[in-house]
């Protein structure tokens, strides 16, 4: 997969589109929610007792890995959005390493969306990166903090799920071939694509291909469908994860579940005013996060991130080099709120 910028041209105008802006930003906050169920899978590289970082295996379609950074956060949750969400531009040269300056280019809408140009220097390479980035923020409280089962699956998986309802030759929904299998259980596929809120007929609200690995609460509701009809099971399986007496059901269950949660999206954007600046490389990358408070009190950020350095710097030099500076970046802010610099 390619990192290509998206046009200025095609964010539409939340004074002038309002359903469309909804539309637009929302897409990016749903895969977000994607990624964090889908990358669990990554195999761990790193792991302390503060941070837990997974890398993507080799994924020959695509030329740089993703990379899962999972942190405690020993602060509390209002402190970590002062600095994540609210005053993130102020923040952000004070403890990403390398980081020369964070700039605002557009507000979209302040403190939600925002373009903003982002000065790297590049340790043991010549050029220094520049990049320009479309950032989304959202806080979600009470109900609305509910974890999403949105784990996706390929249109035509959910077309041989219709056939299967309709033959009921199945006996079981685990067993119903719905899309083919990696070629081996080790490599992961590749993240899900970008889809809308609204194209619900292209999303399944659990992975039908591997239950036993989703941790999230809702795989109990499938596993009670197994000695039902074909008929039943179906019908069971088909509204696990979308009906209100279901998400009752399996909060009761997750008692540390999210509280309040925010998410601060970032994707590479192409903007008249954000040109590339003498010096420097035009590079990109794309970054979905999300700073979670439990009901007792925890406080965890996990960040998914997928970048390209563009110019001469080779994809495996670039991936090595990353993959060192990701945990780092971690590490950089926990010292920072320590020190109590974050206030």
């Not at 699956?153 to 006996?171: D, G, K």
């Not at 069971?236 to 601060?264: C, H, I, K, M, W």
């Not at 950089?332 to 610099?341: E, F, K, M, R, V």
Request: glycine share 4%; aromatic share 8%; with cysteine.
């Amino acid at each position: 997969m390619v990192l290509t910028p998206i046009k200025r041209s095609v964010v539409p105008s939340p004074l002038a589109d309002s359903a469309g802006f909804d539309e637009f930003t929302t897409q990016y906050l749903n895969k977000c929610d994607d990624l964090l169920s889908y990358t669990q899978r990554y195999p761990t590289v790193k792991q302390t007792p503060w941070i837990t970082m997974q890398r993507q295996n080799r994924n020959p379609h695509e030329s740089h890995r993703w990379l899962r950074r999972t942190v405690a956060i020993p602060k509390t949750y209002d402190e970590i959005k002062s600095i994540m969400f609210r005053n993130r531009l102020d923040h952000l040269p004070r403890w990403v390493p390398h980081m020369l300056g964070a700039e605002l280019v557009e507000s979209l809408v302040p403190h939600m969306c925002d373009v903003v140009r982002l000065l790297y220097k590049s340790p043991g390479l010549k050029a220094k990166r520049d990049y320009c980035q479309l950032m989304i923020k959202r806080e979600f409280v009470g109900e609305q903090a509910r974890p999403k089962p949105r784990l996706f699956t390929p249109s035509a998986s959910m077309a041989n799920l219709a056939q299967a309802y309709r033959s009921q030759s199945f006996t079981n929904l685990s067993d119903m071939p719905l899309s083919p299998q990696p070629t081996s259980p080790a490599q992961p596929l590749s993240p899900p694509p970008l889809l809308s809120a609204h194209s619900e007929s292209a999303r399944s609200v659990v992975d039908l291909h591997d239950t036993s690995r989703d941790p999230s609460p809702y795989g109990h509701c499938r596993s009670r469908s197994r000695n039902l009809p074909p008929a039943a099971a179906a019908s069971a399986n088909q509204y696990v994860g979308l009906t209100s007496e279901s998400l009752r059901d399996s909060s009761s269950q997750e008692p540390d579940r999210p509280v309040r949660r925010f998410q601060v999206v970032s994707v590479p954007i192409a903007h008249p005013n954000c040109t590339q600046q003498r010096g420097f490389v035009r590079a990109v990358y794309e970054s979905y996060e999300e700073v979670s408070e439990y009901q007792d009190g925890r406080v965890e950020w996990v960040c998914i991130y997928h970048s390209d350095f563009s110019g001469w710097v080779p994809s495996f030099v670039a991936d090595h080099s990353i993959a060192n500076a990701f945990p780092k970046e971690a590490e950089s802010l926990l010292n920072y709120i320590n020190a109590g610099t974050g206030s």
